[in-house]
């Protein structure tokens, strides 16, 4: 009995060990997100200035600027998720720009969060606002971010705010009460996970493994994902993922539509407050990465379903819409489709094998390439 309380005692204490030399040593140890994030007072939240690669104020830069020339505001497309904070799109463009920037991208930020930091972006004097606009939730994702109490302040001066707060309810759907099962079942997962060395194991060992015996045919429903064998595009598609994408991006539907009129009078509101004080903003708009491999795929000769391209009808409508709108409004913009286009035929490896719509190096690359052409020297766009 001594032997095993003390083999389970030094257990523990190795468990504990690993667990504090991880959160010292690694930039972004806990996968659940809010382990990695402070309360705001008007967002909902801002990253841990405590992890390496944060600064005071909360977002993934070197340091804290007082000038710069460029801002970024965005969600984990412009944070950088899968990659370094070097290599996130607005470090990558301003090296090609020789120009200091600032990146204000978190994971979970849309419309009203960058609305609610255009002051802030404003007080560093750039020349140019750029925002990283996710095409399949960051109009949708107002939803959510309701919640944030300056979203919920200007939601309730709004003349729409019954019909918006509706629609937000139909299309985000009533949660459904969990059984005690899976309650328990997602609170052991939350604990798991908002430990270092449980997102250490997810992340280095078992997401890894797991993607690989999906790929091979293993571990994986085909009535549920889309399994792409492409030699240098290989992944996963969930078909669930699909249609969530179409729910939250089809503008034949009442509530999307509203949506998008609420998302674009706080773009034109953030163009006019910017024009204002010296500056411009300009708009990237950020592919799902299903629309972007659609055209790689069917070029070479993958069988795709129904669901597939109705998903990239609905999001290429949105696309047009919106940069008609924008165009109207005299907000630059531009879609970022035929730079990754041109990314997975020339080298691939834009996207990660698993299903993760976040893109690599490759892909954050060709997102600054598309943001240094499309808006700084716009006679070198792609035809």
């Not at 690669?53 to 600027?65: K, M, S, V, Y």
């Not at 249609?243 to 991006?249: K, N």
Request: proline share 7%.
């Amino acid at each position: 009995m001594k032997t095993a309380v003390l083999l389970l005692l030094s257990i523990v204490v190795s468990l504990a060990l690993a667990e504090v030399a991880l959160r010292a040593s690694t930039p972004f140890p806990i996968e659940e997100a809010m382990a990695n994030r402070k309360p705001d007072p008007l967002l909902l939240y801002r990253m841990n200035p405590g992890f390496p690669e944060i600064d005071a104020n909360g977002f993934r830069n070197p340091e804290p600027l007082s000038r710069a020339f460029l801002v970024a505001l965005g969600d984990s497309h412009t944070y950088g998720y899968n990659v370094r904070s070097e290599e996130a799109w607005p470090q990558q463009l301003g090296r090609m720009l020789g120009e200091t920037v600032y990146n204000f991208g978190i994971g979970g930020y849309g419309i009203l969060s960058y609305h609610t930091l255009m002051e802030q972006a404003l007080s560093l004097q750039p020349r140019h606002v750029v925002v990283g606009l996710y095409l399949p939730n960051d109009i949708a994702g107002i939803c959510p971010e309701l919640e944030a109490p300056y979203a919920n302040r200007r939601l309730h001066a709004d003349p729409d705010a019954a019909r918006i707060t509706a629609s937000c309810q139909r299309l985000m759907g009533k949660s459904l009460p969990a059984s005690r099962k899976d309650s328990l079942a997602n609170d052991a997962r939350t604990a798991l996970l908002g430990s270092a060395l449980g997102s250490a194991v997810s992340h280095l060992v078992w997401k890894p493994l797991k993607t690989r015996l999906q790929l091979a045919g293993f571990l994986v429903d085909e009535k549920r994902y889309l399994r792409v064998q492409d030699p240098r595009n290989p992944g996963l598609v969930a078909l669930g993922r699909l249609e969530s994408h179409i729910a939250y991006m089809d503008l034949s539907g009442e509530d999307v539509s509203l949506l998008t009129s609420y998302a674009e009078r706080h773009l034109v509101e953030m163009a006019d407050l910017a024009r204002s004080r010296g500056s411009a903003l300009e708009i990237l708009l950020i592919p799902s990465r299903e629309r972007v491999m659609h055209g790689y795929l069917s070029r070479h000769g993958h069988p795709l379903p129904e669901v597939y391209h109705r998903l990239v009808e609905v999001e290429s409508s949105l696309a047009t819409h919106l940069q008609r709108f924008l165009r109207e409004a005299g907000i630059p913009s531009v879609d970022l489709v035929p730079w990754l286009d041109k990314a997975l035929e020339e080298s691939g490896g834009v996207y990660p094998p698993r299903e993760d719509g976040h893109p690599l190096v490759a892909g954050q690359h060709a997102y600054a390439e598309g943001a240094f052409e499309g808006l700084f020297h716009s006679s070198r766009h792609p035809r």
